[in-house]
């Protein structure tokens, strides 16, 4: 079945870059999405690729995805302390709305 | 636009008893995917609707049931509630339209239910 892996700690210092990396198994994804949860909220769809791109740049983020690889990474520029939160990355392979989750990494930006 | 509207935000049942959680999805989507999420095993799939049909289901007992309503309201139903229920349930909105799906899905802030 579909796997998507995350470490799980991302510490950085306000101002610095972030990057959050994960990989997954299903080489027939067809969408790979970052997604932000603040405690006690739900998710926030941040970005999201299709896997026959290689990069996308949405304003501070920078997605990149290797495909051979299977792996998918976010980078955060110029890391704000709002930006604390659970970052999830997930993965879509079917036609129908199910998205296999990784289990979070939950970013802690030092002032 | 309003986003996607999940009630209640908090419950609080028994062991054993029943309970229905409602999902409205962003005015013209009409597909609702319904998520649990729990420290242990993270976000898992629970299922999909589209206009009135389940499309897609994830690994849950039969205790875990839903349905979609013509105006795309989603409930979710599980019954005969077991400890292991206590999770946050998110809901999930997206155009869902055949089978070029759209990338968004909008999350609720979700339900968080804990069993006694």
């Known amino acids: 079945g579909e796997d998507v892996e995350q470490s799980l700690f991302l510490s950085v210092r306000e101002g610095d870059s972030s990057v959050i990396n994960c990989t997954y198994t299903?080489?027939?994804?067809?969408?790979l999405y970052w997604y932000k949860q603040e405690p006690g909220a739900g998710l926030q769809l941040l970005t999201y690729i299709f896997s026959n791109m290689d990069m996308k740049q949405d304003q501070r983020l920078t997605v990149l995805l290797n495909k051979k690889d299977k792996h998918l990474s976010l980078r955060i520029a110029d890391t704000q302390t709002g930006d604390s939160a659970i970052y999830f990355c997930a993965e879509g392979s079917g036609g129908y709305q199910k998205v296999t989750f990784g289990t979070g990494t939950k970013l802690q930006v030092i002032p | 636009k309003a986003g996607v509207t999940q009630t209640p935000r908090y419950l609080i049942k028994t062991r054993g008893q029943q309970v229905t959680l409602s999902c409205s999805p962003i005015s013209g989507h009409r597909s609702v995917s319904w998520y649990q999420q729990t420290p242990g095993q993270g976000l898992q799939f629970l299922f999909e609707?589209?206009?009135?049909?389940?499309?897609n289901k994830g690994n849950f007992p039969g205790r875990f049931s839903g349905r979609q309503f013509s105006n795309s309201r989603s409930e979710m139903n599980v019954s005969t509630l077991e400890l292991g229920d206590s999770a946050l349930y998110l809901c999930?909105?997206?155009?869902?339209?055949?089978?070029?799906?759209?990338?968004?899905?909008?999350f609720g802030q979700g339900t968080r239910l804990t069993v006694v």
């Open positions: 999930a909105s997206s155009s869902g339209t055949g089978a070029s799906m759209k990338a968004e899905a909008f």
């Open positions: 299903d080489s027939s994804s067809t969408y």
């Open positions: 609707y589209f206009s009135e049909t389940q499309r």
